[in-house]
């Protein structure tokens, strides 16, 4: 076998096509950083082929365990690109189980001003995410659902390289993204896998064209896996829920799973969960889809799940019941509308990069949009909250996204 170093000169100079064995050799867990690094840029610089993507995607996989169900046709995966206030996966989880699928996530952290699943769950206390094989596979069983954090066992080579992503500046490489989400989904084993390619200023993809692409991608990885794929696309131009930041993420979608929150993200979720019960039928499956996602919401049935998945692994119950909506940032500054107008929106990134920078701090600091898209407001109305660690900061915000702020006369 070339030395990694020799294998990426080759690739530099001739242009050839590394194959699932070579690409398992440049991850190797002995081959450095640097050389790490190198290879992800050259991915970025000379392009890759579809060939090429799965045969990295394949190395991810063979670099640790793949979990394996008695009946795989009942389990589901699902994963977003990612965008700002993208909540989309704590309440997609518990509501599908509630109504009789089995499934099986691993997630990531924030990249770029994106939040993370894994962020936004770490605030309940003493919930653990950092789970083995086993535990995974156990936590599915039991509750009905599991997401978690990327097990040392489960893809390691992916892990890795997802590290050094946003240090090199290759978040946005397509054989990247898609080999990083589909080697999780293989490796996990559900039979169905339901991805959701954002694009827009608010997401890691920046254009509808680039989503169809990995659209694209995505599916010949899967489909040549033998899955069965759910493909979808959403301009995320606005952020998906009205808030930014672990904290108020987490509480956006808690309020969506008793039944209530913001009617945008139930609406999205709704429409997810409708598209993989159609495609999955539930054992007990005589109601219409849409029915049976409403009763598990309206009733509490989807919280219930989503509180023994976090009683299972460790999480304080009474805290999510009790101090959720308690827990603040320590100061909150409020950005008012100037004028009489219609709020026509604001725009995703800097909310999003704000948010990032503020969780850094504190999670439970962020951005809460006050305002709804369409709807007039009137002069001295509140439209932003910025959850900040001081009043320094919180002004500081509230003014740069009080610019990004849209009305229309």
């Known amino acids: 076998m070339n030395s990694a170093a020799t294998l990426l000169q080759q690739r530099r100079a001739r242009g050839i096509e590394f194959t699932q064995e070579q690409f398992a050799a440049l991850l190797a867990p002995g081959t450095p950083d640097a050389v790490v690094a190198a290879l992800l840029t050259t991915l970025a610089m000379s392009g890759h082929s579809d060939s090429e993507a799965a045969a990295l995607t394949q190395a991810y996989v063979a670099s640790g365990r793949q979990v394996t169900w008695p009946d795989a046709t009942q389990v589901v995966d699902k994963h977003s690109t990612g965008c700002v206030g993208d909540d989309v996966s704590i309440v997609l989880a518990p509501l599908l189980a509630a109504n009789g699928l089995r499934v099986a996530k691993i997630t990531g952290s924030a990249l770029r001003h994106c939040g993370g699943t894994l962020d936004k769950l770490r605030c309940i206390p003493g919930l653990r995410l950092d789970l083995t094989v086993a535990e995974f596979v156990g936590c599915v069983e039991t509750v ?12 390691p080579a992916d892990g890795r390289t997802y590290a050094l992503r946003e240090r090199t500046g290759t978040v946005d490489v397509a054989a990247l993204i898609a080999a990083s989400i589909m080697s999780k989904k293989l490796a996990t084993g559900a039979a169905t896998i339901a991805l959701e ?8 993809v920046a254009t509808e064209a680039d989503a169809d692409e990995l659209v694209r991608l995505m599916r010949a990885i899967g489909e040549s896996a033998g899955r069965r794929m759910l493909m979808s696309t959403c301009d995320a131009s606005q952020p998906l829920a009205p808030a930014a930041g672990p904290l108020l993420e987490l509480r956006e979608a808690v309020a969506v799973l008793r039944g209530g929150g913001s009617l945008v993200l139930r609406e999205h979720v709704t429409g997810l969960a409708e598209q993989i019960l159609h495609a999955v039928p539930a054992p007990d499956s005589a109601k219409p889809a849409r029915t049976r996602v409403d009763d598990a919401l309206n009733s509490g049935g989807a919280y219930e799940m989503f509180c023994h998945y976090v009683d299972h692994l460790g999480g304080n119950v009474e805290w999510l019941d009790n101090s959720l909506e308690t827990t603040r940032a320590s100061t909150v500054v409020t950005s008012y509308a100037l004028r009489a107008a219609v709020y026509m929106g604001i725009d995703a990134r800097p909310v999003g990069e704000a948010a990032q920078t503020l969780a850094a701090l504190d999670a439970t600091c962020g951005v ?4 709804e898209p369409g709807q007039p407001v009137s002069a001295g109305q509140p439209v932003l909250e910025i959850h900040a660690p001081d009043l320094v900061s919180g002004h500081a915000h509230a003014d740069v996204l009080g610019r990004h702020c849209h009305f229309h006369d």
């Open 144 to 155: 009905g659902f599991c997401v978690a954090g990327q097990s040392p066992e489960l893809v």
């Open 197 to 204: 390619v954002k694009y827009g200023p608010g997401a890691l």
């Open 368 to 371: 809460r949009i006050l305002a």
